[in-house]
């Protein structure tokens, strides 16, 4: 494994970050009028108009791009590609996120397969190796997991909508039980593959208890709320040793900053809490 130099890393996270906020901010136009119809607040769109948005997201996109394109061609290849993904799975007419279960193949491949990939080849590792193929498996299970348990949360204002999802299409029981499916499998593939103690197998098993919670209560709050837990426990763990593998800031960058998103997220909550109290 390479030695990732420190410049490389911070143009790394910002043009990753750039990209994947480009895909959300994309995913957030074309989703306002049914986040509406659930009566989600989209009155930012009053101070951001999504045209204003759609400019911000190319300009964006093209800087993320140019400094992929600085570290090498096949990075910013996979960059393109996640880029590429993120449009289609948001942007009408094929919206990935409307043909089932082609919405699950490209979460799985904007936020777990292709960062994989695109992490291999920042250090230096171009040959597609048995480890690399499980890991980006592995990665892609958990995303799609993570898609399938959070996606319960929007079954009932889909339907109402019309808009046709995997976890729509399944129900709520089967959607909750094809994610504890998939989540053990990667746990398995992790443990054979890497061993007990991996880094990777690791971290699955400290998110274990929390998917086994998804099951035995479904809440929506409940669920909302273990969702979160596991995303935190799971990114923080594996990025953190990740950077021990590697000695690169990006990990250690990413780390932080999900553990600063929590912090809020946990301030938030409290705040309203409180309010509600009031």
């Known amino acids: 494994m390479g030695k990732i130099l ?6 790394a996270l910002f043009a990753l970050g750039g990209i994947l906020t480009v895909t959300s901010w994309i995913n957030f136009v074309f989703d306002r009028e049914l986040d509406a119809f659930a009566g989600e607040d989209v009155s930012f769109f009053k101070h951001i108009p999504p045209r204003e948005m759609m400019l911000c997201s190319l ?6 791009l140019i400094l992929l394109l600085y570290l090498n061609y096949l990075i910013f290849l996979s960059g393109l590609l996640i880029l590429v993904v993120g449009i289609l799975y948001s942007v009408p007419p094929i ?3 409307t043909h089932p279960p082609l919405d699950c193949v490209a979460n799985a491949l904007e936020f777990g397969i292709l960062p994989v990939f ?3 080849m920042l250090l230096r590792e171009y040959v597609i190796s048995t480890q690399l193929l ?5 990665a892609g299970l958990i995303v799609t997991t993570y898609y399938l348990f959070i996606g319960v949360l929007d079954i009932e204002t889909d339907r109402k909508y019309g808009i046709k999802t995997s976890c729509t299409l399944l129900g709520s029981n089967q959607t909750i039980n094809t994610g504890l499916t998939m989540f053990f499998l990667s746990l398995l593939a992790s443990a054979t593959s890497f061993g007990l103690l991996s880094p990777v197998t690791v971290s699955l098993l400290l998110c274990s208890p929390l998917v086994v919670t998804i099951k035995i209560k479904t809440g929506y709050a409940t669920l909302a709320k273990t969702l979160s837990l596991i995303s935190l426990v799971w990114t923080e763990s594996i990025l953190l040793i990740l950077f021990i593998l590697s000695h690169s800031i990006l990990p250690i960058a990413m780390f932080i900053l999900v553990l600063m998103a929590a912090l809020y997220f946990v301030h938030v909550y409290f705040t309203i809490k409180k309010v509600e109290r009031i």
């Open 6 to 11: 420190f410049h490389q890393s911070v143009v």
């Open 134 to 138: 499980v890991l980006a498996a592995v």
């Open 95 to 97: 919206r990935l996120k």
């Open 118 to 120: 695109m992490g291999f």
């Open 59 to 64: 300009l964006l996109s093209t800087v993320s």
